[in-house]
T-cell receptor, first 111, second 113 residues
Framework: EPEVTQTPSHQVTQMGQEVILRCVPISNHLYFYWYRQILGQKVEFLVSFYNNEISEKSEIFDDQFSVERPDGSNFTLKIRSTKLEDSAMYFC?????????FGPGTRLTVT | AQSVTQPDIHITVSEGASLELRCNYSYGATPYLFWYVQSPGQGLQLLLKYFSGDTLVQGIKGFEAEFKRSQSSFNLRKPSVHWSDAAEYFCAVAPMYGNKLVFGAGTILRVKS
């Protein structure tokens, strides 16, 4: 069964550093998403991407964040200058139509 | 704005007992409704979804959910819980396909033997 994959599974970085989280969505899917889950809190939407552009973003998704689909398979989330409060599990998801399939997540730890 | 309420943070049931996890949503129209499960250290797995039609939907792992428009609820049920069902369960809504999911806070299910 096709699945969404994410790399790395765990990323440790120092405050102020740039990080890139990578996702490979399911190949025939058209919609792509990033969510995050701070430890002990609910899953929060960050951004959605369709037709090579951002279709919606949350207030969390400020200028420090960007997304890109650099080729036909990868979907990346970049945080330019990480803060301590960016520590969270980041989930990528993709959908063809109505059902979003989630990847296993990348745990980002900012020290 | 859409919101999802899962009033129970933790629920403990005995193995073999029935289970009901509550979910209420706030939205002007009938949204798309989902239940996801997250095991420790894992991603989110879709259990079931409701878009329209029959208000009782069947999902994977023996779960079902009933949509009640009058109560704005979408409660998840299972007639007999197994120890492997211990996990966190999230209810989520979206206004239509391609839109963001809005999640509830989750309910942690513990199963005692």
């Amino acid at each position: 069964e096709p699945e969404v994959t994410q790399t790395p599974s765990h990323q440790v970085t120092q405050m102020g550093q740039e990080v890139i989280l990578r996702c490979v969505p399911i190949s025939n899917h058209l919609y792509f998403y990033w969510y995050r889950q701070i430890l002990g809190q609910k899953v929060e939407f960050l951004v959605s991407f369709y037709n090579n552009e951002i279709s919606e973003k949350s207030e969390i998704f400020d200028d420090q964040f960007s997304v890109e689909r650099p080729d036909g398979s990868n979907f990346t989330l970049k945080i330019r200058s990480t803060k301590l409060e960016d520590s969270a599990m980041y989930f990528c998801a993709s959908s063809e139509w109505d059902e979003q399939y989630f990847g296993p997540g990348t745990r980002l730890t900012v020290t | 704005a859409q919101s999802v309420t899962q009033p129970d943070i933790h629920i403990t049931v005995s193995e073999g007992a029935s289970l009901e996890l509550r979910c209420n949503y706030s939205y002007g129209a009938t949204p798309y409704l989902f239940w996801y499960v997250q095991s420790p250290g894992q991603g989110l797995q879709l259990l079931l979804k409701y878009f329209s039609g029959d208000t009782l939907v069947q999902g994977i792992k023996g779960f079902e959910a009933e949509f009640k428009r009058s109560q704005s609820s979408f409660n998840l049920r299972k007639p007999s819980v197994h120890w492997s069902d211990a996990a966190e369960y999230f209810c989520a809504v979206a206004p239509m396909y391609g839109n963001k999911l809005v999640f509830g806070a989750g309910t942690i299910l513990r199963v005692k033997s």
